[in-house]
């Protein structure tokens, strides 16, 4: 590799130049420290820039004199020295960001080009904001209206938080009637029952008498449904001699009520449903 002073030929400016006295520290940096390619590359093109040769610096001496390339080869083919100053723009930003963050001018070397910039470090000047002094007012009026305002405040809040609970409580009622409505609607009816019970009309229900059954076919006749209801049928439908003979039984508990005879023997029906010979 040819070194950059053979080609730069005599020494730059006065060791005095904030700008050389920069590269130098960049160049000893750690950030530098295992970069000899990127650090030949950067004292080249800073060396040119501070005597004035910038028309110098391109892509094809760069490659003859940092990087070792014969006289006219392809730079087109040979893509070295474009990768390099990438790699070098991407060290000098880690550079300044971390090591150098308190340097006063910054290098930058420009993306198309190699010729590198010395740009001073501008120092954001943060503007001082003017405190505001308010009026000043009496003391009692300002808490007075303070608590007014406070207490106002507090009742509205309150206020739309009732009317939001009484809003909800009305929205849940009404979605859980209309809910128990569809489930009734819903709920299918055996035909039997729509038949004998209708909507707005009085049903009357009898159950069945299986001793009603009995006693008609003891006695011979039907039993009408007023004559049911009042009772009547079971001292009215017999004959006296019937009504008697209950009358004497009811003194043991149980209530004949027909004498049957029946294949020569004789029986009695008891109001319990059994039946005795005589």
């Known amino acids: 590799m040819i070194s950059a002073a053979k080609e730069v030929g005599p020494p730059g400016p006065s060791a005095s130049d904030p700008r050389r006295a920069l590269v130098d ?37 760069i490659g003859e004199a940092v990087f070792g390339r014969p006289r006219n080869y392809d730079s087109s083919i040979d893509g070295i020295v474009r990768t390099q100053a990438s790699r070098l723009r991407q060290r000098l930003e880690l550079y300044f960001s971390e090591e150098g963050v308190d340097e006063p001018i910054r290098i930058v070397i420009p993306r198309g080009g190699y010729v590198p910039v010395f740009e001073p470090r501008l120092t954001p000047v943060v503007p001082m904001s003017t405190p505001t002094v308010a009026p000043a007012q009496p003391s009692d009026k300002l808490d007075v209206r303070g608590s007014f305002w406070r207490l106002r405040s507090a009742a509205i809040a309150w206020s739309l938080v009732a009317v939001l609970l009484v809003a909800m409580v009305t929205i849940l009622l009404a979605d859980r009637g209309a809910a128990i ?18 909507a707005g ?8 008498d299986s001793g009603l059954v009995m006693w008609q076919g003891l006695v011979g006749k039907s039993v009408g449904l007023a004559e049911y209801l009042n009772g009547d049928y079971r001292t009215n439908l017999l004959p006296r001699s019937l009504n008697l003979f209950a009358g004497r039984c009811g003194r043991h508990g149980r209530a004949a009520v027909y004498l049957h005879r029946r294949s020569g023997s004789s029986q009695v029906a ?3 449903g059994t039946v005795r010979p005589k």
Do not use: M
């Not at 009309?201 to 069945?208: A, F, H, M, N, S």
């Open 25 to 61: 520290r960049i160049i000893v940096s750690s950030t530098f420290a295992k970069c000899e390619r990127l650090s030949s590359l950067l004292a080249y093109v800073c060396d040119l820039t501070l005597h004035g040769r910038v028309k110098e610096i391109n892509e094809q001496k």
């Open 270 to 272: 008891l109001a319990d």
């Open 201 to 208: 009309q009085r049903t009357l229900e009898v159950p069945g």
């Open 181 to 198: 409505k569809g489930q009734v609607a819903r709920t299918p009816v055996h035909p039997l029952w729509s038949q004998i019970f209708v």
